[in-house]
């Protein structure tokens, strides 16, 4: 059964630094695009960052420069390095991984950010 962890929410001061990871389990990961996606209270699921299983990356507009994803596929584990936060980064923060043929997808369970002062 496929599963996705994730761990490194928290609160932090504006200004500050996080690094989420997502550990999976039971995919072959060079298979599998993994991205960060996040839900602020009273928005919609938004695309973070995500990577390829190569070196591509995409990030949304408003985390560039400043979030960095990456993926370690000996520990079938993918992060999102988070500097210079911003209180509007609050959100419940989920790992997604999608097939690069057939398009299924899984979700991880979500971890929280909140910055705040």
């Known amino acids: 059964q496929v599963q996705l962890v994730e761990s490194g929410g928290g609160l932090v001061q504006p200004g500050g630094s996080l690094r989420l990871s997502c550990a999976a389990s039971d995919i072959i990961f060079s298979d599998y695009i993994m991205g960060w996606y996040r839900q602020a209270p009273g928005k919609q699921r938004e695309l973070v960052a995500f990577?390829?299983?190569?070196?591509?990356?995409n990030y949304v507009d408003s985390v560039k420069g400043r979030f960095t994803i990456s993926r370690d596929s000996a520990k079938k584990t993918v992060y999102l390095q988070m500097n210079g936060l911003k209180p509007e980064d609050t959100a419940v923060y989920y790992c997604?991984?999608?097939?690069?043929?057939?398009?299924?997808?899984?979700w991880g369970q979500g971890t929280t950010v909140t910055v705040s002062s």
């Open positions: 990577a390829a299983s190569g070196s591509s990356t």
């Open positions: 997604n991984a999608r097939h690069y043929y057939s398009n299924s997808a899984y």
